[in-house]
């Protein structure tokens, strides 16, 4: 099947990266040095240069995400990371008895009403509290989780000062994501090593 080429101009144009931004596999156009990157679940592939692939990854997306890309002139690019939509689906009006009405016991077999999708209201037992407690992470996990983002950012910042350096010496070298979770693990392990030490 082939697959569509997304062209861009100066309207923002939305494609979702089906890899990373370093998954760019480095290409030899016309005018020098592009970047092919598979996007809209391989439905598509866009070609980016130099300028537009440091956009791409100055802006923070990752796999999986959105970004609306457009040409603002000759050598001039914009990218924008298009945020998820996170809003919650809306929640049911508590009858006056404090019970969704989707959720009201019928008289013939007493169970929640089938259209009901989300779970039953099982009785007065039944606390908001408890469910809510249930996606709550112990301090240790939410201190690692920051940690691990931390080490990811240096390994990224780092990649980036490299790419751009050798770039001025007119060499080009990728990082792929693969690289960047090597480095980044790396980093951790030498942090907790020190921590480890020190103690």
Same mark, same amino acid.
């Given at each position: 099947?082939?697959?569509? !080429?997304?062209? &861009?101009?100066?309207?923002?144009?939305? !494609?979702?990266? @089906?890899?990373?931004?370093? *998954?760019?596999? /480095?290409?030899?156009?016309?005018?020098?040095?592009?970047?092919?990157?598979?996007?809209?679940?391989?439905?598509?592939?866009?070609?980016?240069?130099?300028?537009?692939? @440091?956009?791409?990854?100055?802006?923070?997306?990752?796999?999986?995400?959105?970004?609306?890309?457009?040409?603002?002139?000759?050598?001039?690019?914009?990218?924008?990371?298009?945020?998820? @939509?996170? +809003?919650?689906?809306?929640?049911?009006?508590?009858?006056?008895?404090?019970?969704?009405?989707?959720?009201?016991? #019928?008289? +013939?077999?007493?169970?929640?009403? $089938? /259209?009901?999708? &989300?779970?039953?209201?099982?009785? $007065?037992? =039944?606390? $908001?509290? %408890?469910?809510?407690?249930? &996606?709550?992470? $112990?301090?240790?996990?939410? #201190?690692? +989780?920051?940690?691990?983002?931390?080490?990811?950012?240096?390994?990224?910042?780092?990649?980036?000062?490299?790419?751009?350096? %050798?770039?001025?010496?007119?060499?080009?070298?990728? &990082? #792929?994501?693969?690289?960047?979770? *090597?480095?980044?693990? =790396?980093?951790?392990?030498? @942090?907790?090593?020190?921590?480890? /030490? *020190?103690?």
């Amino acid at each position: 099947m082939r697959r569509e !080429v997304i062209r &861009f101009d100066t309207e923002p144009v939305k !494609v979702k990266l @089906d890899k990373g931004p370093y *998954a760019g596999i /480095e290409c030899h156009g016309q005018y020098g040095i592009d970047w092919r990157y598979s996007v809209n679940d391989g439905k598509a592939v866009m070609y980016l240069p130099e300028e537009a692939r @440091d956009a791409l990854v100055q802006s923070g997306v990752a796999v999986g995400e959105e970004v609306a890309i457009r040409r603002l002139g000759r050598h001039r690019w914009e990218v924008e990371r298009v945020e998820p @939509d996170l +809003s919650l689906p809306e929640t049911e009006t508590p009858t006056s008895n404090g019970i969704p009405a989707s959720a009201r016991l #019928t008289a +013939s077999n007493a169970r929640p009403a $089938p /259209e009901r999708q &989300f779970g039953s209201v099982e009785g $007065p037992e =039944t606390s $908001p509290r %408890a469910e809510s407690d249930a &996606f709550v992470l $112990p301090a240790t996990a939410v #201190t690692a +989780s920051k940690h691990m983002m931390s080490c990811y950012c240096v390994a990224v910042e780092v990649a980036v000062e490299v790419q751009e350096y %050798a770039r001025r010496k007119g060499m080009h070298i990728a &990082f #792929t994501g693969s690289d960047i979770r *090597a480095m980044g693990i =790396t980093v951790y392990i030498g @942090d907790n090593q020190r921590l480890r /030490e *020190a103690s």
